[in-house]
C-alpha cells in the first residue's frame, strides 16, 4: 500500500499546510480536496497543491488511500459520519482536531475504529485559512497520535511515517489523557488569553490608555486571544468535560493569589514566581520540539552497541564534520533517535542524503 492518493476535508491552514509539505516532500502524491469555501480550493489548485477538487463527497474517496479530516471538531465528526460509505477498509481516516475522545466514540459507534486513527499536530497559529498555511508549519512539532484499540501496526506505521516524510515528530497517546493534557496547556491558556484581553477591552479608560501601553508581556500571552471563534467555540464545548475540571483548579490558585495579596505576603508572591521560573526555564528552549539549530537531523537507530560510532564513520569518512551528537533520551521520537547537529546546511543535506543511502530513516 502506497498512500499515494490523499484526501483533505477541510482546506484551511492545517489542511493548506500538511497538502503543502506532502508537495513538497513527495510530490508524486495525488491531492483531493474538499471544502465548504470555493475560493480557498482554488488558490490551492492554482499552486498546484491540489489536483482534483471534490465538488461533493462522493464516491471519489474511494480512490483515496488517506482522508484527512480537516475542519473544526464538531465538522469533522459530521464528515466522519458522511464518508463512511465511500472509504475502503484498507484505507486511513485521520483528523487533525484539537479533541480526540468524542471523534474516537462516534469512530467506534460507527463502526469504524479499525480505519479512524485521531491525529492533533502540536502546532499552529492565530491566523485561519489556506492564505496563512505553510510547508514548515509543522516542521519539528510533535504530531500527536491516538490509535483505538483496533487500530492495526501497518496503519500505524504508515501514518507514522507520512508525519515523519512532513518532518513532524510523531507522539502516541491514549486519546483521554490527550484531552486532559491539551486541556491544560492549549485550551485552557487559549480562554486565559481571550480572558485577559477582554478585561482589558472593559475596564480601559476613555483614551484607550490600556491598550495602548500594553506591553510585550501582555502581548506575548495573548497573542492566541485572536484564534479563530468558531473554531474555539467548538473545542472548548466538545472537551468541556477535561477543561471545566482545570479551570475549577485554576480558579482556586488565582483565589489563593487574591488571599495572599489582601494579606500583602511577598514571600508567597515571591515563591510563586521562583516556582514558576524554574520550572518555565526547564522547558525546552525550542518550543516546537527537540530540533534546537536549523542543522539538524534526527536518525532513527537500532540500540546496541557501536550504532553511534557507525555513523560518525560514515560522516567522517565523507569529510562531513559532527558539531555535536547524542541520543534524544526524552523519547518523544521512540527509542534510539540519534540527533546530530552540523555546522552548515549544506553538511546538514549531505549527510541526510548520505545516511538514507545506507538505509537509515533521517528526519
Ligand atoms: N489553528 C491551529 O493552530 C490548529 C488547529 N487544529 C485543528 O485543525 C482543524 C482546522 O483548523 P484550521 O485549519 O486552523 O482552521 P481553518 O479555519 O484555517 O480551516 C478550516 C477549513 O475547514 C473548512 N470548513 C469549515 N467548516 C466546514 C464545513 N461545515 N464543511 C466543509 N468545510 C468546512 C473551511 O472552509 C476551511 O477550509 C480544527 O479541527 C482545529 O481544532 C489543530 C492544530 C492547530
Ligand atoms: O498559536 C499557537 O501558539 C497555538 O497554540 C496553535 C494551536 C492551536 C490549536 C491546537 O490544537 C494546537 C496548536
Request: glycine share 6%; hydrophobic share 40%.
Amino acid at each position: 500500500m502506497h498512500y499515494n492518493n490523499i484526501a483533505f476535508i477541510g482546506f484551511g491552514l492545517i489542511g493548506g499546510s500538511i497538502a503543502r509539505a506532502i508537495r513538497k516532500y513527495k510530490p508524486e502524491s495525488k491531492i483531493y480536496a474538499y471544502a465548504n469555501n470555493t475560493s480557498q480550493l482554488l488558490k490551492g489548485k492554482n499552486d498546484g497543491v491540489i489536483d482534483i477538487i471534490l465538488k461533493e463527497i462522493d464516491d471519489s474517496l474511494t480512490e483515496c488511500d488517506i482522508i484527512f479530516l480537516c475542519a473544526p471538531v464538531e465538522f469533522n465528526e459530521e464528515y466522519l459520519a458522511k464518508i463512511k460509505p465511500f472509504i475502503r477498509k484498507d484505507s486511513i481516516i485521520t483528523d487533525v482536531g484539537s479533541t480526540k475522545s468524542s471523534i474516537h466514540n462516534l469512530a467506534k459507534e460507527l463502526d469504524l475504529d479499525d480505519i479512524f486513527i485521531g491525529g492533533h499536530p502540536m502546532a499552529g497559529s492565530e491566523k485561519t485559512g489556506y492564505e496563512a498555511s505553510d510547508a514548515l508549519l509543522l516542521e519539528n512539532a510533535y504530531y500527536m497520535i491516538t490509535p483505538s484499540s483496533k487500530t492495526c501496526n501497518k496503519k500505524l506505521e504508515a501514518l507514522k511515517s507520512i508525519i515523519e516524510m512532513i518532518k513532524s515528530i510523531p507522539f502516541i497517546i491514549d486519546y483521554q489523557k490527550h484531552d486532559k493534557v491539551v486541556a491544560t496547556v492549549s485550551h485552557l491558556p487559549h480562554i486565559l488569553a481571550a480572558t485577559l484581553v477582554n478585561l482589558v477591552k472593559d475596564n480601559d479608560y476613555e483614551d484607550e490608555v490600556m491598550k495602548r501601553v500594553a506591553a510585550g508581556g501582555f502581548k506575548d500571552i495573548t497573542r492566541i486571544a485572536s484564534a479563530s471563534p468558531i473554531m474555539w467555540e467548538q473545542i472548548c464545548i466538545v472537551n468541556a468535560e477535561p477543561i471545566d475540571a482545570m479551570l475549577l483548579k485554576y480558579i482556586d490558585m488565582l483565589k489563593e493569589v487574591h488571599s495572599q495579596l489582601t494579606s500583602r505576603s511577598g514571600i508567597y508572591i515571591n515563591n510563586m514566581f521562583e516556582k514558576s521560573g524554574e520550572y518555565r526555564n526547564s522547558f525546552d528552549s525550542n518550543s516546537r520540539g527537540v530540533l534546537i539549530s536549523k542543522h539538524d537531523i534526527s536518525v532513527h537507530i537500532q540500540d546496541k552497541p557501536g550504532a553511534i560510532s557507525i555513523i560518525s564513520a560514515i560522516l567522517a569518512a565523507n569529510s562531513i564534520s559532527i558539531k555535536n551528537i547524542g541520543i534524544n533520551h526524552n523519547r518523544e521520537k521512540g527509542e534510539g533517535a540519534l540527533n546530530i547537529s552540523f555546522y552548515d546546511a549544506d553538511s546538514c543535506e549531505m549527510a541526510s542524503k548520505l545516511l538514507k543511502e545506507y538505509n537509515y530513516r533521517v528526519i
